[in-house]
């Protein structure tokens, strides 16, 4: 699947995560967060890492942080991939054009300009 109807299914339907996927990303991204967030000491980093283990935003559940073991486009690749074929995700293509639009509800093409409203 290409990276555009990755991240098309990825942005507009990761309410179709299961709980496991949802624990993981929520862990990548506060991870991700927190290494590339603007902090002036690393004593302050390891401080909000400990907080969000806490509070529950990071895990060390290993079956859930197994699932982002190949890196996080992977991670996305593999969820859309699941959730297109067990949803029967619908893409919303230009009438003109065929491309991809931004959005499922979106009536302009980003790519050509074609408006269908």
């Known amino acids: 699947m ?3 109807k990755v991240d098309y299914i990825f942005n507009h339907h990761s309410h179709l995560m299961t709980f496991k996927e949802k624990v993981a990303w929520k862990h990548w991204s506060t991870d991700y967060k927190i290494e590339n967030g603007d902090y002036e000491s690393s004593e302050q980093r390891e401080r909000r890492r400990r907080l969000s ?24 690749r593999r969820i859309a991939e699941r959730i297109y074929k067990e949803e029967k995700v ?14 499922p509800k979106a009536k302009q093409c980003r790519y050509c300009g074609h408006d269908w409203h």
């Open 2 to 4: 290409e990276k555009e």
């Open 53 to 76: 283990y806490k509070t529950g935003w990071l895990t060390d559940d290993k079956e859930m942080l197994a699932l982002l073991d190949d890196g996080i486009e992977v991670f996305k």
């Open 90 to 103: 619908e893409f919303n293509n230009c009438p003109q054009c065929g491309k991809l639009t931004r959005t």
